[in-house]
C-alpha cells in the first residue's frame, strides 16, 4: 500500500493518496458531530458547553503530540525520497522516544494543572462540574493519540494513507457504539467511550507497523538511537509543534473569551466550530498530503514535480473552498439546527451569524494549509510558525479589541478570524515568491 509520490501523474498521485486521509477526517468529523448531537440534544446545553469547551482543550494538547508526528513525518518522507534507508530507521527510532517523552510529560501536566482550567477558560460554575469530570477521564487517553498519530505520520510519510483509514474507522464506530452503551454516565459516559477506542485503535496501529515495516523495529533496537538524529529531530518535529500549539492556543484563548459572554455563546460556538471544522477539514488534509507529496519529491530532487503539484494543489484546494462556501453559507440555519433543538433560537442565530462569516472566507484557510505544508516540506517549519503567529495573533488581538466594543460584540470575535487568514496568507505568499530560488536549493 507504500505509495512512491515521485513518480508518474502529479495530478493523480496526489489525490490518491489523499483521498484516504480526507475519508479519515471526515469519519472522525462525523464521529465528533454524532457525539456532539447526542451531548447536545439528550444531556442538555449545559452539557454540550462543558464537552465543547473540553474538545477545544483536548484540541490543544493533541496538537502538541500531532505537531510533533507530522515534523518527524516530513523528515521520514524526505528520507524515503532519498532512499536512505540507515537514515529512516535512526530517524524512526530518534523521534519515537523523543515524542514518547514528551507525551508523559504533557499527561502529568495536564492533571497537575486541572482544577487552574477553570480559572483559564472562564468556565461558568455550572459547566465546571461536568468538564472537570470529562477531562479526569479524557487525559487518560493522551498516550494513545501519540501511539495513533505518531505511527499514522510514519505510514503516510511513505505513501500509505490507507492503512490509517482503516483503524480511524474502527476506532470512530467503536467510539459511537460504546458512547450509546454508557450515555447513561452522561458526559464522563462520552469520555470513556473516546478513551477505549483511542486505546483500541492507538494499540492496533502500532503493531500492524511493526509487523509490516522493518524500519518502524528500529525502536526496538537501541543501535540506531543517535543523539545526532534527535537534533535533526528536533529541527523538524519541535518547530511543526510551536506552529500546531500556537494555532491552538489562539483558538483556546478565544474559547476562554467566548465562555465569558454566556451559556448560550459558548453552545453556539461548540456546535458551529464542529460544522466549521467539518467544511474546511478536506483542504486540511490536502494540505498534508500535498506536504507529503513535497517532501518526497524534495528528498529526491524533483523539482519540476514540486512546482507542477503546488500549481495543481492551488487550483484543486480553491475550487472545493468556493463550493464549501457557497453551501455553509446558505444552509448555515439549517446546518445549526442538527446540533440544537429548533426552540433554541437565540442559540442557532448566534451560530448561524458565526458560519455566514466564517464559511464566507474558506478561500483563505485553504491557501493557509497549503502554505503550511509547503514549507514544513521544504524544510522551513520556522515559517509555519510564522504565518501561524500572524494568524492567530491578529484573531486573538483583534477578538479582544473588538467584541470588547459595545456596538459589535461577540460578532467581533467571528471577524477576527477571516482577518488573521488574510494576513497570513499575504505573508506567505511574498515570503515564497521572495525565497523561491533558495527554498528549491535542496539544502537537506
Known sequence: MNRDLTKGSVLKSMLLFSIPMILGDLLQQCYNIVDTLIVGQFLGKNALASVGSSFTLMTFI??????????????????????????LREDVCASFFFIALITFILTVISYIFLNQLSVFLHVPHEVWGDMKG????????????????????????????MIPLIFLAISAILNIVFFVIVLKLGVEGA???????????????????????????????????HLK?????????????????????????????????????????????????FAYMPVQDFGNAFSTFIAQ?????????????????????MGFCI?????????????MTIFIDAKETEIIMEGVKYLKIEGAFYCGIGCLFLLYGLYRALGKPGMSVVLTIFSLGTRVVLAYVLSAIPAIGVTGIWWSVPIGWALADLIGLIFYRCKKKELLSFNI
Open 297 to 317: 519529491n524534495y528528498g529526491a530532487k524533483e523539482k519540476m514535480r514540486i512546482q507542477s503539484g503546488l500549481k495543481s494543489a492551488v487550483c484543486l484546494s
Open 134 to 161: 470529562y477531562l479526569i477521564v479524557i487525559f487518560i487517553g493522551i498516550p494513545a493519540i501519540f501511539l495513533y498519530n505518531y505511527f499514522a505520520s510514519y505510514l503516510r510519510a511513505i505513501g500509505n494513507s
Open 191 to 225: 469520555a470513556i467511550a473516546t478513551v477505549i477506542s483511542q486505546y483500541l485503535s492507538g494499540i492496533g496501529i502500532s503493531i500492524y507497523s511493526l509487523i509490516k515495516n522493518i524500519q518502524v523495529r528500529a525502536i526496538m533496537k537501541l543501535q540506531y538511537f
Open 62 to 87: 493533541t496538537s502538541i503530540i500531532l505537531g510533533l508526528c507530522m515534523g518527524s513525518g516530513a523528515l521520514f518522507s524526505i528520507r524515503y525520497g532519498q532512499k536512505d534507508e540507515k537514515g
Open 323 to 335: 463550493i464549501i462556501s457557497t453551501i455553509v453559507c446558505i444552509f448555515a440555519k439549517d446546518l
Open 229 to 277: 538524529r534527535v537534533h535533526k529531530v528536533i529541527s523538524f518535529s519541535v518547530l511543526t509543534c510551536i506552529q500546531q500549539s500556537v494555532m491552538n492556543l489562539g483558538i483556546l484563548m478565544v474559547q476562554g473569551l467566548v465562555n465569558s459572554f454566556g451559556t448560550v455563546v459558548m453552545a453556539a460556538f461548540a456546535a458551529a466550530v464542529k460544522i466549521d471544522a
